[in-house]
Structure formats: structure tokens, C-alpha cells
């Protein structure tokens, strides 16, 4: 694979890479990571992150019998950042997970995965309680 001609070509490579196979985690830690039995595509994903000024570590998971897996995933408020502003995903809850994950430095809100008080962090088990015992009280 060649070079991204633009920010905006690595841009949209990860955006397609991270709404088909790719994974958002906010908590317990934030990362966002995409893996493929290809490694050209994880290379392409690896020179997307550079071109973006994203930080990233590459891992290659072996699976049974000849096929390896190649993982990748960038991590860093200030990666997390850049992504945000960058990417355009489209699958809905990757991209709520997105938003997530840079509302979750801000220094008020859910003291494990940092979003609004009002807002349940996806997949955050104290966003999850303090909202079940909000609906609880309410009858
Ligand atoms: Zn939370």
C-alpha cells in the first residue's frame, strides 16, 4: 500500500477499518483498535494513525494453524483527540463510543469513564448503576 496522499485519505481508510471491524473500548482502559489476518491492511491502518498523528502499538496475536492475527490499537487523550476530530464513523454506537472516550478526561462526570453525569457511558458498569438506581428511585 502506498502513502495517504491527505490526512483526509487516512482518515477515511480508519474510519471504514474501525466501523466494520474495528473496537472502542472507554472503560476499564480507552483504546480503539481494529485487527485483520491481513497484514497489509493493519500496515495501511499503522501509516493512517502516523499520517493523523495518532500514537499506536502493533501486536500480532497467532492463531491456529497458519493464519496470524494482526492487531493494532492507538491510545492517548491526545490521540483520542485527534481520532475524534478526524474519523467519521458511521456505525452508531462506535461513534457514541468515540465521543466517550474524549468526554472521558474531562475533569467532571462519572469518576470510571468521565462522561456527563446525565449521559450513560457505553458499556461503563457505573454509568450503568447510577442510572438504574436514578430509574429505581423514580418508581
Ligand atoms: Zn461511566
Not at 23 to 52: H, K, M, N, S, Y
Request: hydrophobic fraction near 35%.
Amino acid at each position: 500500500m502506498t502513502d495517504f496522499r491527505s490526512s483526509h485519505q487516512a482518515a477515511f481508510y480508519l474510519s471504514g477499518l474501525i466501523d466494520g471491524d474495528g473496537w472502542i473500548v472507554v472503560t476499564p482502559q480507552r483504546v480503539i483498535g481494529v485487527a485483520c489476518i491481513d497484514r497489509d491492511i493493519i500496515d495501511g491502518a499503522a501509516r493512517a494513525f502516523e499520517t493523523l498523528g495518532a500514537r499506536y502499538r502493533r501486536r500480532i496475536q497467532p492463531r491456529s494453524p497458519h493464519k496470524d492475527l494482526f492487531v493494532i490499537e492507538a491510545s492517548g487523550r491526545n490521540s483520542f483527540a485527534i481520532l475524534a476530530s478526524s474519523l467519521q464513523l458511521v456505525h452508531p454506537l462506535k461513534a457514541k463510543k468515540l465521543s466517550a472516550l474524549v468526554a472521558s478526561y474531562q475533569s467532571f462526570g462519572c469518576r470510571s469513564c468521565g462522561v456527563d453525569l446525565n449521559v450513560q457511558g457505553p458499556g461503563c458498569p457505573v454509568c450503568y448503576s447510577r442510572h438504574y438506581a436514578r430509574r429505581t428511585r423514580r418508581g
